[in-house]
Each structure stands twice: as C-alpha cells, then as structure tokens.
C-alpha cells in the first residue's frame, strides 16, 4: 500500500481566504457594506497573541475591518462583560471573538453568553450550539467546520462512514461529532475513559484526533486506508534544547497506513482563521439581510 495522501490544510486555506476576499469586495460595492470583526484579548498569553495577531493580520488583507480589544489579566468580569456588550451594540462590529482561555476571576460561559448570538463567530454561544445540535442553521465553530471542509474536500460524500471523535471539547470534540452526523456518518466519540481506544480507532473510515496528548494516537490503531484530520498541536522537545510541534497522531507512522492525513502544522490549523472570516462574513450578510455572495 502506497503512503497517504497529505492533506494540505495550508493550500486549501488559501483559496479559501481568497474566496471570502472576494466575497467581500463585491458586498462592499453592491451593499456599501464592510464585515467587521471585534477580539477582545485578556491577559498576556503568548500563544493567544500569536493566534489573535494572525487573526487580525488575515481579517484585513480579506478586506474586512478588524478591532482588537486587549484588557489586562486581573481584569474583572463585569469589565469583560461591558466590553462585549459595547461590541454587541456597535452596528459596524459584525462578529465578535472573545479569546480564550480567560483567566480563573472571568467565567468563560458567562462571557461567551453574553455575545450577541448574531454575533457569535466562534459557534459557542449555547442556542448556536443548541442550533447545531438539532440540525439548524448555525454559526458552526471554526475549527471542526475547518475538518469537515477538509473531509468533505478528501471524501465528498461520507454517507454511511464509520467516523471516530478522539475528544469531547465543547470546542472541536462535541461539535465535530454533530457535523459529521449532519454528513449521515455513523459517529462514536471516544475520550479519556474509552476502554479500548485502539480498538475503536482501528474501526474507523474517518478519525478526527482532538485530545492534546502529543502523539497518542499510533500508526497501528488505524484502519488502513482511513482519512485522519489530526486536530492536536502539542510541543515537544527536540536535540539543542528546542521545540517542535506534532499532532496528537504519530504522523510518520500513521501515514504509511492511512489513505489520507493532515500534518501538524500545515493541516487544520490554517482552517481554523479562513473559517472565522467565513462566519464573519455570514454574519455580517445576515445582519444586513442580504444574500452571501457567489464567491466564484
């Protein structure tokens, strides 16, 4: 059997920033009307500004308006709240991030409840979720919408598809598992607690990796053949006292097994920014009340 294909997250990202480009550029001209995201920031978490810089760096090369909202650590919860609800007030600010973790004094469920569902651009909201779960239009969270569209890029139809979950966040795990039985799979979600892992892994046609525990999931737990979207980003140390980043699916054995595979980096990560702009873009249209456009 020959390797896996590589699953080029970074690539089809790309095109997808490009479309959403696009998608703005012509809203701008038929509607006067430009998408606008809003992050509120809180504390000084190296790898949530990282991501938060990238957000907004992307956010206006696609076109859009981009506001970042930084508010120190010991921050109290009622100044996060008012915050998100200055932001859910502004008519030019169409979604709204908040990034997270926060810190322990910020209950997180609250803030995230706090955001106009409207303006959920992060799927977190609980009628967004509740609107997922029961097959509703929804504000999807970015991450495992990223996977689907790589999965459905791979496979086109997944009717019937034995597919695994390996997490159940209420960021990727849990949603993930919803979208894909929006795709008609068969869908087990398996954790920590899963008796036999490895048995459930090697039964899969589809397995989704999301549980942060650097290269867990072995090259002979999977169904030959299977596509493996691998979700984790773990540092682990190499020679010279540095880093390097893996997934949560031994890669180099995996791919010898698998039929397709993302990388770590390369693979979902990408997805996860060019969904945002997605869903901002979506939710800017809503508000409005005007079709999203054809992105060509």
């Known amino acids: 059997m020959s390797d896996a294909k590589i699953i080029d997250g970074k690539a089809f990202a790309a095109a997808m920033r490009g479309r959403v480009a696009a998608q703005v550029a012509a809203l701008k ?3 006067g009307l430009t998408p606008g995201l809003a992050v509120v920031l809180v504390g000084e ?3 949530s500004q990282v991501y938060v810089r ?3 760096k992307q956010t206006v090369e696609a076109g859009m308006n981009s506001w970042e909202h930084r508010m120190p650590a010991d921050v109290g919860q009622d100044a996060v709240l008012a915050k998100v609800a200055e932001l859910n007030a502004d008519a030019a600010v169409h979604g709204i991030l908040v990034q997270l ?3 322990a004094q910020v209950d997180e469920a609250a803030v995230i409840n706090a955001v106009d569902p409207a303006k959920d651009v992060d799927g977190f909201h609980v009628i967004n979720t509740g609107r ?3 097959g509703q239009d929804a504000l999807a969270p970015c991450t495992p919408l990223g996977c689907l569209m790589l999965l459905r ?4 139809d997944m009717s019937g598809a034995e597919a695994l979950v390996v997490g159940r966040s209420n960021i990727v795990g849990k949603p993930m598992a ?5 795709e008609n799979c068969t869908v087990t979600v398996a954790h920590s607690r899963t008796r036999d892992l490895a048995g459930a892994c090697r039964r899969a046609d589809i397995l989704v990796a999301a549980v942060g525990r650097a290269e867990m999931i072995r090259g002979d737990w999977i169904k030959p053949g299977a596509t493996v979207i691998d979700v984790g980003i773990n540092r682990i140390p190499k020679d010279g006292g540095k880093t390097r980043l893996v997934g949560d699916v031994a890669f180099d054995e995996a791919r010898h097994v698998a039929g397709a595979i993302t990388p770590v980096p390369g693979g979902v990560g990408p997805m996860t920014i060019a969904c945002l702009l997605s869903n901002t873009v979506r939710a800017a249209c809503r508000q409005r009340g005007v079709a999203v456009p054809e992105a060509g």
Do not use: E, I, M, S
């Not at 890029?153 to 086109?156: K, Y």
């Not at 919803?178 to 929006?182: F, P, Q, R, S, V």
């Open 54 to 56: 990238n957000k907004g």
């Open 153 to 156: 890029d791979t496979l086109g």
């Open 101 to 103: 973790p926060l810190p």
């Open 132 to 134: 997922l779960a029961t």
């Open 29 to 31: 001209a038929a509607d």
């Open 178 to 182: 919803l979208l894909l039985l929006g």
């Open 45 to 47: 978490d190296p790898a």
